[in-house]
């Protein structure tokens, strides 16, 4: 906690959907709940100009140590991640709201060496993710044999990197657009599969090459995103939960995952020096 208050500091990274919506919780929410705004920065700073008190604005991410965060929340892309996480983990418990960044095995090693080389938590929030608690206990006993996690949405909720989904048409109903291991879907759909990366971090002895995943666009799926998850452990245990997430035409985040997120940043309060789903 930051020194002289009894509330923790919260740094913003990113005013998109998830930041706005952080933002404004922590503004409304987070003094009772022991939480304070330390800073918002976003790309583009015209965009918070008018919106926030100039106090809270941080121009140059770079001085984000000026600022004296317990915890810096990213929300805006798996690049700034890479640029900055092991700096903010140097400084404060650091929450990676792009947590499908961590499917880069030496930025993945890089940031687990940071948080325990400054006894620090790197916090992986699990977002539209059911059970990851449960995954993670049972990897953690060394009985976790496969896990795969299917994703389906309506094709105007996806922003894919490739062109695979180019040319659909309202109607045209279900198509799998990828299956493969998590490690190869998040280059593909870094916006869209960060619930799988979530679940490889649980699922730390399968990884993100071990954990499997499929996407699958539906014309079907106008009103929620649709996520399954199959666990597989010894002796024929198995788990199938299917979450069905309200969610916008269009949107990549779907609605509960908003609320998932708020719950998730009201864990981060110090777990040591390691990776922590919350
Ligand atoms: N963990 C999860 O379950 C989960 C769920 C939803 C979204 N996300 C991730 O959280 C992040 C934010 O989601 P959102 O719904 O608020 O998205 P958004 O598109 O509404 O907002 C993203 C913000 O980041 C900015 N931005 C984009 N690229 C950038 C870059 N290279 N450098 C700096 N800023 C950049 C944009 O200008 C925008 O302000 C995304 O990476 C998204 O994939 C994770």
């Known amino acids: 906690m930051a020194a002289g208050s009894s509330l923790l500091r919260i740094g913003v990274v990113g005013y998109g959907h998830l930041g706005q919506y952080l933002v404004e919780r922590i503004l409304k929410d987070g003094a009772a709940l022991g939480l304070t705004l330390a800073f918002v920065w976003n790309r583009n700073p015209t965009k918070l100009t008018g919106l926030l008190p100039d106090e809270l ?10 600022r ?32 499908s960044a961590l499917s880069d095995p030496d930025l993945n090693m890089r940031l687990r060496q940071a948080a325990q080389q400054y006894g620090r938590t790197l916090y992986v929030p699990t977002g539209a993710l059911w059970g990851g608690q449960d995954i993670q206990r049972l990897n953690d006993s060394g009985a976790l044999k496969a896990l795969f996690i299917r994703m389906s949405k309506h094709p105007s909720c996806f922003r894919l990197t490739g062109d695979v989904l180019s040319g659909w048409t309202e109607g045209e109903g279900r198509r799998v657009l990828f299956r493969g ?20 971090v649980a ?35 198995t788990v199938h939960t299917v979450r069905r997430n309200p969610a916008r035409l269009g949107a990549v985040t779907g609605n509960a995952t908003y609320n998932s997120f708020w719950n998730s940043l009201l864990t981060c309060k110090g777990h040591g020096g390691r990776v922590y789903l919350c």
């Open 181 to 200: 291991s998590v490690a190869e879907l998040c280059p593909l759909a870094p916006n869209n599969v960060n619930t799988m990366a979530a679940a490889a």
């Open 57 to 66: 604005i941080l121009s140059e991410l770079s001085r984000f140590a000026d």
């Open 203 to 237: 699922a730390g002895t399968l990884g993100f090459t071990g954990v499997q995943g499929e996407i699958v666009s539906d014309t079907a799926l106008s009103d929620f995103h649709v996520v399954e998850v199959e666990v597989t452990g010894p002796d024929g245990f």
């Open 68 to 99: 004296s965060c317990d915890v810096i929340v990213e929300v805006c892309h798996p690049q700034i991640v890479k640029e900055f996480g092991q700096h903010f983990l140097s400084q404060s418990h650091f929450m990676v709201g792009s947590p």
